[in-house]
């Protein structure tokens, strides 16, 4: 069996919207619908490189401070409550893992954040699908070892959970802390 966390707001919080909208002096909403289709996504499943990403931002007539990004990017990221205890307590009974769709951004969280848990990152940017795509949790399971079966994901985007379920896995819709190991323990993954 192997457990795998989502990363951003499910273990750590996720400053996401908010650098994006200080670097860029609007709303994220209006940021959203300036940013042309599908190019973050390209940047997640590593299609891109993130210069590219910034040269396509401002092509598409958007001015921003990609310093002042990074800055509200790194001091945004906190464990969520009771998390980081959850995932020592996942690990000490069974291999666990990071399954992201965070672009390369994701190597300063394993080295600043995630430094000592023992986790291994499987980033949607090195394996070139995102979740919720079957592709994306046949590769972390072959990747791993384990069938779609042995796979258990905490993750709170429900398509995410709801592909693995439909692989086989157990798919657990992140609330908190407390409910994530209540169901955990409930379906036998964590005893105790």
Known sequence: ???????????????????????FGITY?????????GLYHRLERGEMEEGAYWDALRD??????TSVFHRTRRSGYAWLEGMRELVAECAGAHRTVIAS??????E???RDLLRGTGLEIFASYRL?????SERFFHLLCER?????????????TRANTDAVAE???LGIPFESAAATRRHLRASGVLTG
Request: hydrophobic share 40%; aromatic share 8%; no cysteine.
């Open 144 to 156: 791993t070892g384990v069938g779609p079966a042995d796979l258990v994901l905490i993750d709170d």
């Open 128 to 132: 070139g699908v995102r979740k919720p």
């Open 167 to 169: 692989l086989g896995g």
């Open 101 to 106: 769709n965070y672009p390369s951004w994701i």
């Open 29 to 37: 909403e209006e940021f959203e619908q300036r940013r042309p289709p």
């Open 108 to 110: 300063e969280i394993g």
């Open 60 to 65: 598409a007539g958007l001015s921003f401070d």
């Open 1 to 23: 069996m192997i457990i795998a966390f989502d990363l951003m707001d499910t273990l750590l919080s996720d400053p996401y919207r908010s650098a994006h909208e200080q670097a």
